[in-house]
């Protein structure tokens, strides 16, 4: 609690009732003596005055617990109050009053680690009011380490609103479901106080409401990805054609620099042209202003029409080559050169140039402004040379990928380099070769040399080319460091659905009339044989014929064996088959598990059932996301991989020519001799091997459009996964005799020549993604349907009864790939360039019920 300001008690309110009653006497007394005192006591009273003023304001800012305030104006005042005994008290009312707004401002101060303020503050109430028991109190508190931490800084109070601020910033975020900006406050917060545990438990609940979100995305996106393999079913009808469809006439795009000019050229036809002893000035005239007239495709009055400009030769001693027959010989300006005679009708600009140009052995070209006409042999200019200052990675920005980018062919981005290994890096480009690859071009004596010590161009070439390499470094300098995150995404969900119901019957022979007609069951037919381990006799009944007792057997007497079930009703895959079957041996099919058996009596016979049914669902979800970041123009390679090393080529097995025992028989193995015989054979042998990388390899090559908003981009991601041997080989088996004598073949060696199988996804592609975009760029939907009607003639045609004689089976497997790839431009710190955030809405959010904040210690 804060001391309130002391108020004057009744014996100090009389006193200066008393003292105000005097004032007027003295001050007519003063005014009968003197003027300048008259004056000076006029001084005091407005001081006095003021000095109230000024005490009422500041009790009143005490009140509103304004203490600086306060303690500021209670200073005003006592310094204004003249010191007279008449005023004493009034001036120890004011001094106990700056006192009390001096330890609550020293109170406020020490909480905030203002120490030095408040110790200057304190000290000054003491030497006016020594006596002030309080004020000294609070200085002993400064010094003592218990009531005052002495690390408390005022660096460490701010951060503590900060950190405030910030906590109750991302729990607005988090209340409005913003999860990554709320993430990103979360992550300023403990930039300022890296041990707030507020902030991690906040970021653990984002993380927690970003996972129950994902867990959501997962459920959607299967859901969907099946969905679609459904509607892949739907056969769309094609709309009707519209009526008078045809070719739209196509217009000439606005455009800007030499194609504008180009297209103009072709597409600004002049309807006559009459020249008859005509200079080229002149001729060059009147396209000029004919190009003005009929220029139709330029809406700006001011830029209708075409620039010409007519160039002299650079050496006026003549062109190149001495030997050519140039119009205008000797140095003659090309305007000068005569045209005898050229009548043409309806001819773009471009093609009245052409007749122009060989009428009088010039030739032109256009640039970003003008059409220029100069000599036919002034191919020349001269060179300078000029220093520019670039970035250190000035050559990589610019690398268009060397010599092979230039040549327009098929070029593979991902080849790798002459000479090099799978793990070396990509050697720099010549500065030279790059500056060509962006369209520089270097004639006879020139050159451009990169220092890297201290990131100097020095290029020596024409005043053209000069401007060029100069708009290169433009668009270079100044460009923060800038590089692609890429994310690639395989997302390959598959189900598949089983379902089987069958029945089995096996009825024994019984008589129909006097026991001379029997009926039964039949014979086990095509379909997978029924052993006794399903039709088992209950116990205190008689046995049924046609039921072996010995385990294994084939039962007899059954309906309903032609029925398929099981494995021989739904087909697996072939490959699966041949992995799942290494010894190449034939696989038995077996039936449908049994679920529910049936035993009827009869007089002379019984009759069994088995319902056989199969309900399954098997799903499988594969999501493999591989990601890389890499410098614009610069290839960039991820292998999370293991070297699988496989046979490809086996030497043939070696079988002796002769065959000897250990001395007690020669007639073969398992002869009865003293032992067997000595057959050694050498089975199949590797001999050369290859080694295939299984996982996961991306390969990806972006260039960042001008805008820093558009990426072009070449990738290739690749998944292979190792899915088992297939055995080419054969047993070597030897014919040979049992203990008792009787022929059998003994299988010498396996011979197993195993060759490994390989699953791949891979996408090879190049294509053009926005910034922070997400687009699919490959996939693949497939649903295998297998339908099995199986049913007893006559018996299953029976209404409702029949379809206990039947057997259907289904197994729809769907499956659906789809690739994704995501690219993000980012800075050197890892965060997004081009950053887009929803602006919350104005109100209150919402605040935390508890937060946490720095510890003033």
Known sequence: MHKKPTLPTHTTVATLLAAATVMPVIMTSAHAQSGLAQREMVRRQQAVNESDRL???????????????????????????????????????????????????ADQYRRFGKYDEARTMLEDVLEEDPNNHLVKQRLNWLDDPIRTNPALTVEHSKDIEEVRQGLYMAQGYYDLGQFDEAREAYQDVLRIDRYNSAARRGMERVDAARSDYYKAAYDSTRAELLAQVDAAWEMSIPPEAPAGSGIIDSQVRESAGATYILQKLRNIVVPVIDFEDTSVEEAIDYLRVRSIELDTFELDPDKKGINFFIRKPSNAGGGADNGLDIGGGGGAAPGTERISELRLRNVPLAEALDYICEATRLRWSV?????????????????????????????????????????????????????????????????????????????????????????TLLVRNTPTNLDLVETIVNNTVGDAPKQVKISTKFVEVSQENTDELGFDWIISPFGLSANSVFLGGGTIGNG?????????????????????????????????????????????????????????????????????????????????????????????????????????????????????????????????????????????????????????????????????????????????????????LNFAPEIVEFEGFINYGSPIQSPSSDALGNPTTVTITDNRIEMPVFSTRRVNTALTIFDGYTVAVGGLMREDVQNVEDKVPILGDIPILGRLFQTKAENRIKSNLIIFVTAEIIDATGRPLNRGGATAPIGDPGLPDTVGVLPTR
Do not use: H, W
């Not at 500021?72 to 001094?95: I, V």
């Not at 029924?530 to 014929?545: C, H, L, Q, Y």
């Open 55 to 105: 005490r009422d304001e500041a009790r009143l800012a005490y009140s509103k617990q304004e203490y600086k305030e306060a303690y500021d104006l209670y200073t005003q005042a006592l310094d204004l109050l003249p010191d007279a005994p008449l005023l004493r008290e009034r001036r120890n009312f004011l001094k106990a009053s700056r006192g009390d707004a001096a330890i609550a401002v």
């Open 367 to 455: 640039d970003d402004f003008a059409v220029t006409i100069k000599p036919a042999g002034d191919v020349d200019e001269d060179l300078f040379t000029r220093t520019f200052n670039v970035p250190p990675d000035f050559v990589n920005r610019i690398g268009g990928g060397g010599e092979e980018a230039g040549g327009g062919g098929d070029f593979d981005p991902f080849a790798p380099a002459a000479d090099s290994g799978p793990s070396s890096l990509k050697p720099k480009q010549n500065i030279t070769e790059a500056l060509k690859s962006n369209g520089v071009k270097f004639p006879e004596g020139a050159s451009a040399q990169f220092f890297a010590a201290n990131s």
């Open 528 to 712: 997978v044989p029924r052993t006794n381990a399903d039709f088992i006799s209950p116990v205190n009944f008689t046995a049924i014929p046609g039921v072996p007792i010995a385990s294994g057997q084939n039962v007899e007497n059954i309906a309903t064996g032609g029925n398929r079930s099981g494995d021989a009703a739904l087909a697996r895959n072939s490959i699966d088959a041949v992995l799942n079957n290494p010894t190449r041996a034939a696989q038995n099919s077996s039936v449908a598990p049994g679920i529910l058996s049936l035993t009827g009596l009869f007089t002379d016979g019984q009759v069994q059932m088995i319902m056989r049914g199969l309900a399954q669902k098997k799903g499988t979800d594969l999501m493999t996301a591989p990601s890389v970041t890499a410098r614009s123009g610069e290839k960039a390679t991820i292998e999370i991989i293991r070297e699988f090393i496989y046979p490809t080529e086996y030497e043939p097995p070696e079988l002796p020519n002769s065959v000897g025992n250990n001395g007690g028989n020669a007639g073969g193995i398992g002869g009865l001799g003293q032992g067997p015989a000595i057959f050694p054979v050498t089975p199949a042998t590797p001999t050369a091997f290859e080694t295939r990388n299984t996982g996961v390899t991306l390969e990806i090559a972006p260039n960042i459009g001008a805008n820093d908003f558009v990426i072009d």
